[in-house]
């Protein structure tokens, strides 16, 4: 089993940044690849990006390519995504995922946190 728990998600004004943290507990965090998704009222969830185990690997959604970047430390047993120049569209509640195989699906993710709330203002 891996617990996971968001945080660091707000209100921002359009322009603004956020870093959002996902801590890990329980397995071997650094052989997951983890990955953050959203989902927006009246919207299906969707991936945002993802991260090799070794941190080496990165995947974006076009959309936020150039705004965001995720990252993990793996002695910290956190992932993070750093978002900037957000944007009203990137209203959503975050949840980061884990699992054994990548992916931008979420089906192939077996482990999920509770989500954070991101809302940007225009």
């Known amino acids: 089993q891996v617990q996971l728990v968001e945080s660091g998600g707000g209100l921002v004004q359009a322009g603004d940044s956020l870093r959002l943290s996902c801590a890990a507990s329980?397995?071997?965090?650094?052989?997951?690849?983890m990955g953050w998704f959203r989902h927006a009222p009246g919207k299906e969830r969707e991936f945002v990006a993802r991260?090799?185990?070794?941190?080496?690997?990165?995947y974006y959604r076009d959309s936020v390519k150039g705004r965001f970047t995720i990252s993990r430390d793996n002695a910290k047993n956190t992932v993070y995504l750093q978002m900037n120049n957000l944007k009203p569209e990137d209203t959503a509640v975050y949840y980061c995922?884990?699992?054994?195989?990548?992916?931008?699906?979420?089906?192939?993710?077996?482990?999920w946190g509770q989500g954070t709330q991101v809302t940007v203002s225009s």
């Open positions: 995922a884990a699992g054994l195989a990548g992916g931008n699906v979420s089906r192939v993710y077996n482990y």
């Open positions: 329980g397995r071997t965090f650094s052989g997951y690849v």
């Open positions: 991260i090799s185990w070794s941190g080496r690997f990165t």
